[in-house]
C-alpha cells in the first residue's frame, strides 16, 4: 500500500470540488508542509510527490507552480516540488497517445507468437496476441507470419484500444467529470484494454474508482482484476500493469 502513496490523504470526500479550486489547492499543500516536518526524510520526497500529482489533478501547471513559489514552504521541498512538475505530466486522459514505453511494456506482456493458435476461446491468436473470431479470420492454427506483421498487427490492434481509452475519458468529460492521470496511467490502462478489451476496461472497477477521482483504489483493483486460475500468468501482468499505474508516483 505505501507505493501508491496514500492519495486519499488528499482526496478524502472530493472537497475540492465543493470549495474554491485556489482555496482548496492552498489547503492541500499547507497540510502538505506541515506533514512533511513529520516524518523522516526518506519519506518527505513521497508525500511531496504525492501532493504534487493531486494539485495537478485540480488546477494547470502555471497555478500549482505559483502556489508552491509564494508559500513558506523550504527551498529544498519547493526544489523537490517544481521537479516533481517538470518529470509529471497530468491531464484529461483523451489527450494522451500511447508512450514508447507503454508499447513496449505491452510488446513485452503479450510474447510474440509467429504460428496462429487457438486458446478454446472461438478464436485465432498469432503475433503480439492479435485475436480474430475463427470462421472469419483469414488466419489459421499453425500458419505462420513474419514479425514485421506482427508488428503491423500489433500497433493497429493498440491504436484501436488506445482510441477506446480516450473516448471513455472524452465521455466523462462531456458528463462534467474531468479526470486527469499521468502517461504511465495511461499506458496501463491500454495495457488492460488490449488484454481485457474497451468495453470489459470500461466496465471494471478500474475506471469506476477512477471516475470516483480514488486512484488508490483504482491502482489496487488493477491487481486481481479478471485474474483466474484458467490464466495463472495474468497475475503477473496485472503486477506488471499496477507498477506502470504508478510509476513515478
Same mark, same amino acid.
Given at each position: 500500500?505505501? $507505493?501508491?502513496?496514500?492519495?486519499? +490523504?488528499?482526496?478524502?470526500?472530493?472537497?475540492?470540488?465543493?470549495?474554491?479550486?485556489?482555496?482548496?489547492? %492552498?489547503?492541500?499543500? &499547507?497540510?502538505?508542509?506541515?506533514?512533511?516536518?513529520?516524518?523522516?526524510?526518506?519519506?518527505?520526497?513521497?508525500?511531496?510527490? =504525492?501532493?504534487?500529482?493531486?494539485?495537478?489533478?485540480? @488546477? =494547470?501547471?502555471?497555478?500549482?507552480?505559483?502556489?508552491? #513559489? #509564494?508559500? #513558506?514552504?523550504?527551498?529544498? /521541498?519547493?526544489?523537490?516540488?517544481?521537479?516533481?512538475?517538470?518529470?509529471?505530466?497530468?491531464?484529461?486522459?483523451?489527450?494522451?497517445?500511447?508512450?514508447?514505453?507503454?508499447?513496449?511494456?505491452? %510488446?513485452? =506482456?503479450? $510474447?510474440?507468437?509467429?504460428?496462429?493458435?487457438?486458446?478454446? &476461446?472461438?478464436?485465432?491468436?498469432?503475433?503480439?496476441?492479435?485475436?480474430?473470431?475463427?470462421?472469419?479470420?483469414?488466419?489459421?492454427?499453425?500458419?505462420?507470419?513474419?514479425?514485421?506483421?506482427?508488428?503491423?498487427?500489433?500497433?493497429?490492434?493498440?491504436?484501436?484500444?488506445?482510441?477506446?481509452?480516450?473516448?471513455?475519458?472524452?465521455?466523462?468529460? $462531456?458528463? @462534467?467529470?474531468?479526470?486527469?492521470?499521468?502517461?504511465?496511467?495511461? &499506458?496501463?490502462? /491500454?495495457?488492460?484494454?488490449?488484454?481485457?478489451?474497451?468495453?470489459? +476496461?470500461?466496465?471494471?472497477?478500474?475506471?469506476?474508482?477512477?471516475?470516483?477521482?480514488?486512484?488508490?483504489?483504482?491502482?489496487?483493483?488493477?491487481?486481481?482484476?479478471?485474474?483466474?486460475?484458467?490464466?495463472?500468468?495474468? $497475475?503477473?501482468?496485472?503486477?506488471?500493469?499496477?507498477?506502470?499505474?504508478?510509476?513515478? +508516483?
Amino acid at each position: 500500500m505505501e $507505493k501508491i502513496l496514500n492519495w486519499q +490523504l488528499f482526496l478524502e470526500s472530493e472537497k475540492y470540488i465543493a470549495i474554491n479550486e485556489e482555496i482548496a489547492m %492552498r489547503e492541500i499543500w &499547507d497540510k502538505t508542509i506541515n506533514k512533511i516536518k513529520e516524518i523522516p526524510k526518506i519519506s518527505q520526497r513521497k508525500l511531496i510527490q =504525492s501532493a504534487i500529482f493531486t494539485l495537478l489533478t485540480i @488546477g =494547470s501547471v502555471g497555478s500549482v507552480v505559483n502556489l508552491i #513559489n #509564494n508559500s #513558506n514552504a523550504d527551498d529544498d /521541498v519547493k526544489i523537490e516540488a517544481i521537479s516533481t512538475i517538470d518529470r509529471l505530466e497530468v491531464q484529461n486522459g483523451s489527450l494522451f497517445t500511447l508512450s514508447d514505453r507503454g508499447w513496449d511494456h505491452i %510488446r513485452e =506482456s503479450e $510474447k510474440l507468437k509467429l504460428k496462429g493458435y487457438k486458446l478454446g &476461446d472461438r478464436m485465432i491468436t498469432i503475433g503480439y496476441g492479435h485475436a480474430e473470431r475463427i470462421g472469419k479470420s483469414k488466419y489459421r492454427e499453425g500458419q505462420r507470419i513474419s514479425e514485421e506483421e506482427a508488428d503491423k498487427l500489433l500497433r493497429s490492434d493498440l491504436k484501436e484500444k488506445a482510441d477506446g481509452v480516450r473516448r471513455i475519458f472524452s465521455n466523462w468529460k $462531456k458528463e @462534467g467529470i474531468d479526470i486527469k492521470i499521468t502517461q504511465s496511467m495511461f &499506458d496501463a490502462l /491500454v495495457s488492460i484494454a488490449y488484454n481485457a478489451g474497451v468495453g470489459g +476496461l470500461s466496465r471494471s472497477p478500474i475506471m469506476a474508482f477512477l471516475k470516483e477521482r480514488d486512484y488508490e483504489k483504482a491502482a489496487e483493483s488493477i491487481k486481481d482484476f479478471k485474474v483466474l486460475k484458467k490464466f495463472p500468468g495474468l $497475475k503477473d501482468r496485472r503486477q506488471r500493469e499496477y507498477d506502470l499505474f504508478v510509476a513515478g +508516483l
